[in-house]
């Protein structure tokens, strides 16, 4: 299964999200991947640390060869890394991505990232983390998922551009990928005892968004675990944060399998 976290908005927590749900699910013994899409490569450092070699090959790598025609390419699993996490794997980042956007684009390659995860065996579970802009990766890896989770802060900002993210969507859904489904949107850093969020996330309700029910709290021991390249589930399964991932991912699941 296909899972992108995708937010316009920067700031939101999309990494931290893809990796914490990704680390549950190896956790529970499958084999899960996270590629990142990102020039950032914050979901890259967060599971792999500060390695001192890095791997071999990239996300950038894999693009960059789909601007050559091959009988025979690579296949995807080959652009994948081992983290220090068991059945945990990380296509890694690349700085080269936003040179290479403008080439890929040209030449209509929108479609061969989608082409290429079809192909894609041996994994249980993917995670896709994306830039915070629709561009041409995001929209690659929209066309290519199966599900897709939104990530929201309690701000109006965030709330004014969320209606536009859930109309692109839309587009991508009608004229791409009629399979992509919202899988819903996660309330993160949410305080429930500040008045703004609680009604915000009232309000969102009437309307009729599809709002999960899970929400995800600010912690200092989420900092921590950036910090130290350990997902929750791997740094402190108890907390209060990590059970508040552990109650999402099981929900999701929960809704999947329906």
């Known amino acids: 299964m296909i899972r992108v976290v995708f937010n316009q908005k920067g700031g939101v927590g999309k990494?931290?999200?893809v990796c914490n749900l990704a680390a549950i699910a190896a956790s529970k013994g499958l084999r899960t991947l996270v590629i990142d899409l990102d020039t950032q490569g914050n979901a890259t450092q967060y599971l792999c640390g500060a390695a001192e070699q890095p791997p071999d090959r990239t996300i950038g790598d894999f693009f960059e060869s789909t601007l050559s025609f091959s009988l025979s390419p690579p296949p995807f699993v080959t652009?994948?890394?081992?983290?220090?996490?068991?059945?945990?794997?990380?296509?890694?980042?690349?700085?080269?991505?936003d040179e290479l956007a403008v080439k890929l684009e040209?030449?209509?390659k929108i479609y061969k990232f989608r082409d290429a995860l079809r192909k894609l065996r041996g994994y249980d579970a993917v995670f896709v983390d994306t830039p915070p802009a629709l561009n041409f990766y995001s929209r690659s890896a929209l066309i290519a998922?199966?599900?897709?989770?939104?990530?929201?802060?309690?701000d109006e900002f965030a709330r004014q551009a969320l209606y536009t993210l859930i109309d692109n969507i839309h587009e991508i859904r009608a004229d791409h990928?009629?399979?992509?489904?919202?899988e819903g949107i996660v309330v993160n850093q949410f305080q429930s005892r500040s008045k703004l969020p609680t009604r915000l996330v009232e309000e969102l309700k009437a309307e009729g968004q599809p709002l999960l029910p899970q929400t995800l709290g600010t912690s200092v021991r989420v900092k921590?675990?950036?910090e130290s390249h350990r997902?929750?589930?791997?740094?402190d399964r108890g907390h209060r944060v990590t059970q508040?991932?552990?109650?999402?991912?099981?929900?999701?699941?929960?809704?999947r399998r329906r």
Do not use: M, W
Request: hydrophobic share 40%; charged share 25%.
């Open 106 to 108: 040209s030449k209509q």
């Open 177 to 182: 990928n009629e399979d992509l489904q919202i």
């Open 224 to 226: 921590e675990s950036h």
């Open 15 to 17: 990494t931290t999200i």
């Open 231 to 235: 997902p929750l589930v791997f740094l």
């Open 244 to 255: 508040e991932y552990l109650a999402l991912y099981e929900a999701l699941e929960g809704r």
């Open 145 to 154: 998922a199966e599900r897709v989770l939104i990530p929201f802060d309690c």
């Open 79 to 97: 652009y994948a890394s081992n983290t220090p996490f068991e059945s945990l794997d990380v296509v890694a980042a690349d700085p080269r991505l």
